[in-house]
C-alpha cells in the first residue's frame, strides 16, 4: 500500500455555500488552474465545488468525476483553462481505502440505502475475506449501481432508483489494480477494512456488494476515503476550513489571492509528453492549423509547451502535431 494512503476518518464539518438569493455579489475573476479539495462528508461534489468556486470568486470551475456525499478525499477542481483537460483526470486511475460491513446488504450499496439482506457473518475468518479479494483483482466485469449518475435516455439512474423504478445495466469491464485487506473484524456484522486502486468507472459500493455476495453474507460500504486520483494524493489536499481561513486573512480579495492556492493549468497532465514549439509554431496552432516538428514525436496526445509555458494539447502523428484544446490567453 503506498505510504500516502490515509485512513479512514471523518472531516470536521463545513459551511454551507449561500444560497443566490441570500450570498452578496461578488466580482468573479477568470482565474485558471486545479485545486486538490479534501471532499467533506456530508456534502456533494457539486456542492463542494460552488463553496470553494465562491470563496476563490472564480468565472469558471468543475470538478473531475463526483464522489459520494459519503465519500471523503480527493477531489479535484479545475479551474477556467484548466476545465478543457479534466477529461484526463477524469479517466485516471484512482485510489481508496473504505470500510464495508459484510452481514447487511443495502439498495444503495452503502450506508445511506435500505437494509435489504441481513445474514449472519460470525463464520467468516480473516484469511477467508483475504482469499476472497483475490477473486476481484485484475480485469473484471462490474454492474454499476442504480444508484449512480449514470444515465438512462437522459436519465441519472439514481433519480429512477428513488422512484423505485430498476433498470437493466450492462456489465463494464474495469481494472483492480489492488485490493487489499487492511483490517478485519470478526462478527455478526463483520468490518473490513480495504484499499483498492483501480481504473476510472469502477464503483466501491459494487466491490463491497459482490463481495459480500462471494462470501454468501452480502455487504456494503459503511466508510470510503479517495487518497489519490490521477497524480495528485492526500498529501495535496487543501480542506474548505483552510481555503476558509486563507481568505478570511486576506481582505480584501484579489484574483492572485486565488492563483497562489492553484495549480498550474496543466498540473493533472504532467504524464501527457511534451514538445517545444517556437513562436511561429504557436502562432499556427493558435490559427488550428497542423505544423511539422523537426523530430519524430509518438501517436498520440502531447502538451506543447512555448518558452517552458503551457499553451495546449496536441495529437501527434510522426512529426505532425494537430491542434486539439489550446490555451485561451490574453492579448
Same mark, same amino acid.
Given at each position: ?10 472531516? %470536521? ?9 441570500? #450570498? ?45 456525499? !459519503? ?5 479535484? !477542481?479545475?479551474?477556467? =483553462?484548466?476545465?478543457? *483537460?479534466?477529461? *484526463? ?6 485510489? *481508496?481505502?473504505? /470500510? ?15 437494509? $435489504?439482506? /441481513? ?6 475468518? /480473516? ?13 473484471? =466485469? ?15 439512474? *439514481? ?21 487489499? !485487506? ?21 464503483? $466501491? ?7 459480500? +455476495? ?16 490521477? %497524480? ?11 481555503? @476558509? =481561513? $486563507?481568505? @478570511? #486573512? ?13 495549480? %498550474? ?10 514538445? +517545444? ?6 502562432? @499556427? ?5 497542423? $505544423?511539422?516538428?523537426?523530430?519524430? &514525436? ?7 509547451? !512555448? ?7 496536441? =495529437? ?10 489550446? &490555451?485561451?490567453?490574453?492579448?
Amino acid at each position: 500500500m503506498p505510504s500516502n494512503a490515509t485512513s479512514v476518518q471523518t472531516p %470536521p464539518p463545513v459551511k454551507k455555500t449561500p444560497s443566490r438569493l441570500t #450570498q452578496p455579489k461578488i466580482t468573479r475573476y477568470p482565474v485558471s488552474g486545479v485545486l486538490v479539495l479534501n471532499k467533506p462528508l456530508g456534502l456533494s461534489s457539486n456542492g463542494a465545488l460552488q463553496r470553494v468556486k465562491y470563496l476563490l470568486r472564480a468565472k469558471k470551475a468543475g470538478h473531475t468525476g463526483a464522489l459520494d456525499p !459519503l465519500a471523503t478525499g480527493v477531489l479535484p !477542481l479545475c479551474f477556467g =483553462e484548466a476545465t478543457k *483537460y479534466s477529461q *484526463y483526470l477524469l479517466d485516471s486511475e484512482k485510489a *481508496y481505502e473504505s /470500510e464495508f460491513i459484510l452481514g447487511v446488504a443495502t439498495s444503495s450499496g452503502d450506508v445511506d440505502g435500505d437494509v $435489504i439482506q /441481513e445474514s449472519d457473518a460470525s463464520a467468516l475468518t /480473516e484469511q477467508q475475506v483475504a482469499a476472497t479479494l483475490e477473486q476481484f483483482k485484475g480485469d473484471i =466485469e462490474q454492474i454499476p449501481p442504480m444508484h449512480s449518475a449514470l444515465k438512462h435516455q437522459g436519465q441519472p439512474l *439514481y433519480k429512477l432508483a428513488r422512484q423505485s423504478i430498476e433498470i437493466e445495466r450492462r456489465p463494464r469491464s474495469i481494472s483492480i489494480y489492488q485490493f487489499d !485487506l487492511l483490517g478485519f473484524s470478526p462478527g455478526k456484522q463483520a468490518r473490513v477494512r480495504v484499499y483498492v486502486r483501480c481504473s476510472k468507472g469502477s464503483y $466501491i459500493r459494487c466491490l463491497a456488494r459482490d463481495l459480500g +455476495e462471494a462470501l454468501g453474507v452480502g455487504g456494503h460500504v459503511s466508510a470510503l476515503h479517495r487518497t489519490a486520483a490521477g %497524480p495528485f494524493h492526500a498529501a495535496d489536499m487543501l480542506s474548505i476550513p483552510q481555503i @476558509e =481561513e $486563507i481568505v @478570511e #486573512q486576506n481582505q480584501p480579495f484579489t484574483p492572485e489571492l486565488a492563483l497562489q492556492l492553484l495549480r %498550474p493549468v496543466d498540473a493533472g497532465i504532467k504524464h501527457i509528453p511534451e514538445v +517545444e514549439v517556437d513562436d511561429a509554431a504557436a502562432a @499556427e496552432l493558435r490559427l488550428g492549423r497542423k $505544423i511539422t516538428l523537426s523530430e519524430q &514525436v509518438s501517436k498520440g496526445p502531447v502538451r506543447v509547451m !512555448l518558452r517552458a509555458a503551457f499553451i495546449g494539447i496536441a =495529437e501527434a502523428d510522426g512529426q505532425v502535431i494537430q491542434p486539439k484544446r489550446l &490555451v485561451v490567453t490574453p492579448d
